[in-house]
């Protein structure tokens, strides 16, 4: 049980260093704490497709680093279309449509 929670911190580091670095990447993020969160979720689901694919719990860390940075971009990314299909609908001030 202990190795399953050092396995997810270290998933969830790798993940917010790596959507950081997504960020950073392209001018495509949206500031340091959204790209760390959405770093960290595509790090996750990186680690759900990996374990659902049949890899074992414990890879290597070239391919942990690898899984979190393209979750990481996919998550940045997918989140980069989300903002620009609502953004006809937003309004500057918080006024709604």
């Not at 996750?44 to 990996?50: E, I, T």
């Not at 860390?61 to 609502?86: S, Y």
């Amino acid at each position: 049980m202990q190795a399953d929670v050092v396995g997810m911190v270290a998933w969830l580091a790798l993940g917010g260093l790596a959507g950081w670095l997504v960020g950073c990447w392209r001018g495509v993020g949206f500031g340091p704490l959204s790209d760390v969160a959405a770093g960290m979720a595509g790090a996750l689901l990186g680690a759900w497709v990996l374990v659902a694919l049949g890899a074992p719990h414990d890879v290597g860390l070239v391919v942990t680093v690898i899984t979190a940075f393209l979750g990481a971009a996919f998550a940045v990314q997918l989140l980069r279309l989300a903002a620009d299909w609502a953004a006809p609908y937003w309004r500057p001030g918080g006024e709604g449509g």
